[in-house]
């Protein structure tokens, strides 16, 4: 069935430093892909998303670009900030009404 | 309101209680789910309504749990004789159609511990 892996977590970084935040999927078919971010005492929300192959997804300063040939969807920042410290979920949605989650990658930015 | 209510935003059961919890959309939205997420893990499927039609219950973990969305816009989710493993945030989300695009908008959860 279709998944979703992420790197384990927690990846701690000094503010202004490069993120990655590595995230593979199995579907079938091309599904689109979200980025989701949770912040401390807060819901879910959308971060970005990518709806075809080698689309990029952007939003505040983060990116992602949908890779059919690696099954990849990895999340970067050029500069981070200790405002970003959260937690990201990559997902996709194997038809419509339901959305599979990775198990989410905790961000320390220490400053 | 603006935002995906929930309530309440904890709650404390003993073991064999029922409990309900309440969904509030974001208003005219005609899809909600209901995920459960584990501590230190994704959320993960329950169930999904378009307007008051269940249209898919395939993630409820067990015949205790049930939903319901009766006219299309609050919906609850109850858990009648709660064991220790229903432990977890529930979380609810909404998004204004039925696409696989569509941006969902999650409430803050329902902190549930049976003990």
Redesign the interface.
């Known amino acids: 069935g279709d998944s ?1 892996t992420q790197m384990e977590g927690p990846v701690t970084l000094s503010e202004e430093a490069f993120l990655t935040i590595n995230c593979t999927y199995t579907a079938t078919g091309y ?2 892909l979200f980025w ?1 971010v949770q912040y401390p ?6 971060l970005l ?1 990518a ?1 075809k192959a080698d689309d990029k997804g952007s939003n505040k300063g983060f990116e992602a670009t949908y890779r059919k040939e690696t099954t990849s969807f990895h999340l970067e920042k050029g500069s981070v900030q200790v405002s970003d410290s959260a937690v990201y ?1 990559c ?1 996709l ?1 194997p ?10 990658t905790t961000l320390q930015v220490k400053p | 309101g603006a ?2 209510s929930q309530s309440p935003r904890y709650k404390v059961a003993k073991r064999g209680q029922d409990v309900a919890l309440r969904c509030d959309p974001i208003s005219g939205h005609v ?1 909600l ?1 209901w ?1 459960q997420q584990a501590l ?6 329950l169930t ?1 309504f ?1 307007n008051e039609a269940q ?2 219950k395939s ?1 409820l973990p067990s015949d205790r749990f049930f939903a319901e969305r009766p006219e299309g816009s609050v919906s609850t989710l109850k858990i009648q004789r709660t064991q220790q493993e229903d432990s977890a945030v529930y ?1 609810c ?1 909404s998004s204004r159609a ?4 569509e ?7 329902t902190q549930l511990s049976v003990l």
């Open positions: 979703v599904p689109s989701y005492g807060e819901g879910l929300q959308l998303k709806t979920f997902a949605p038809n419509t009404g339901k959305l599979i989650f990775g198990q989410g | 935002g995906v899809s789910f995920y230190g893990q994704g959320p993960e499927f999904y378009q249209l898919d993630g979380l989300a039925s696409s696989t695009n941006k969902l908008f999650f409430g803050s959860g």
